[in-house]
């Protein structure tokens, strides 16, 4: 059947994406989207854009957005890459700058398309056990290596990292690129970002997807030394010279100038999510500490499989990952307040 394949994609394992139901009214708590809706700013930039000039490029630089990006976090352009969702820019990072002689290093509970961008490009990998706590143990990337990627907060744990041992961690490999992975920084933990103007080798990747609402869009970016976001252009160039088109550009602009309203959506949200914590742990769960927009929680007497199975009956979807150490746990993403009253009556009825 794939006599046709290249032989280099015959083995490979695609990432595999949370369900995105096709009809009727479900519960969706499993991708971890912003339960709110954009700035009303990005909505009307989006329709601003819809004018004739639609049959034009977009500009293949975002030459607006990197110096809006820059000015937001007291960068320079030249230190602003963007890409189409974050994911983009971090298949850019592993073959630009992680693809390297000796080994990759990440957690062995992490972001599973990291394994995936290794497998696609040949890029040599060890997994570094998290802690017992499901922690980063910064002291445990201590050994040869080619590069170091990390979330922070980590995903699906949610458990984040202090900016010191982030600090640390660079500080202790200033000969590999430390790349760290912020999709979720926006709701607890510290970013990276003030780092950059002591360690050039740090590369810090983040996305307008979940604290900016703008997750059908497809905008992320990367900040880090202008020589490597130089080598993150070098594959742009070479793949896709218009990643952004001109509604992604004009939306991620105006999301990112209003403060006030991405502001609000992250306070409820983490006021959604410890209301939720608590209303977990009453019932028995064990629930890790979160720093993301969403939990990470098991029960004692139900299989994740079999809990998540049980909640789809219900309407409610949430993340189930068949994996050692994690298989009996679910990443539960935050939702409105209603979504997480809903979620907690189905978890009643089947425990009841």
């Known amino acids: 059947m794939n006599k046709y394949w290249s032989a280099s994609i015959r083995g490979l394992a695609p990432y595999v994406p949370g369900e995105q139901p096709k009809g009727g009214r479900v519960i969706k708590l499993n991708t971890n989207e912003c ?14 854009q819809a004018t ?7 500009d ?35 073959l630009g700058l992680l693809k390297q002689s000796r080994p990759l290093l990440f957690p062995d509970i992490t972001y599973s398309f990291y394994p995936v961008y290794c497998a696609l490009y040949g890029i040599a990998y060890e997994s570094v056990p998290l802690g017992a706590d499901f922690q980063v143990e910064v002291d445990d990337y201590a050994r040869p290596n080619g590069g170091i990627i990390l979330p922070n907060p980590n995903a699906p744990t949610g458990r984040g990292l202090a900016l010191a041992d982030i600090e640390r961690l660079l500080a202790a490999h200033p000969d590999v690129v430390v790349v760290v992975d912020e999709a979720y920084v926006d709701f607890g933990a510290a970013s990276a970002v003030p780092l950059i103007a002591r360690h050039p080798n740090l590369l810090v990747v983040q996305t307008f997807s979940k604290s900016r609402a703008l997750a059908g869009l497809r905008v992320g970016f990367a900040l880090g030394d202008a ?22 550009l004009a939306a991620a602009e105006a999301a990112l100038r209003d403060q006030a309203w991405f502001e609000q959506t992250c306070e409820r949200i983490v ?17 890790l500490p979160s720093q993301a927009n969403f939990l990470f929680a098991r029960h004692p007497a139900y299989a994740g499989a079999a809990l998540q199975a049980a909640l789809r009956e219900r309407g409610v979807l949430v993340r189930h990952f068949a994996r050692p150490r994690i298989a009996d746990f679910l990443r539960i993403t935050i939702g409105t307040e ?15």
């Open 35 to 48: 339960p709110y809706p954009p700035s009303p700013a990005a909505l009307e930039a989006v329709r601003a």
């Open 271 to 287: 006021a959604s999510r410890e209301r939720l914590a608590g209303a977990l742990a009453a019932r028995g769960f064990e629930v």
């Open 52 to 58: 004739a000039d639609l049959r034009l490029y977009p």
């Open 227 to 248: 020589n490597l976001v130089a080598a993150l252009e070098t594959v742009k160039g070479c793949f896709n010279s218009y990643p952004l088109d001109r509604v992604a």
């Open 60 to 94: 293949p630089d975002g030459s607006h957005l990197k110096a809006a990006i820059a000015a937001h976090y007291g960068r320079e352009p030249a230190e602003v890459f963007l890409g189409n969702g974050s994911d983009e820019v971090l298949a850019h990072a592993f």
């Open 338 to 352: 209603d979504e997480c009253r809903e979620l907690v009556a189905a978890l009643d009825a089947i425990l009841a």
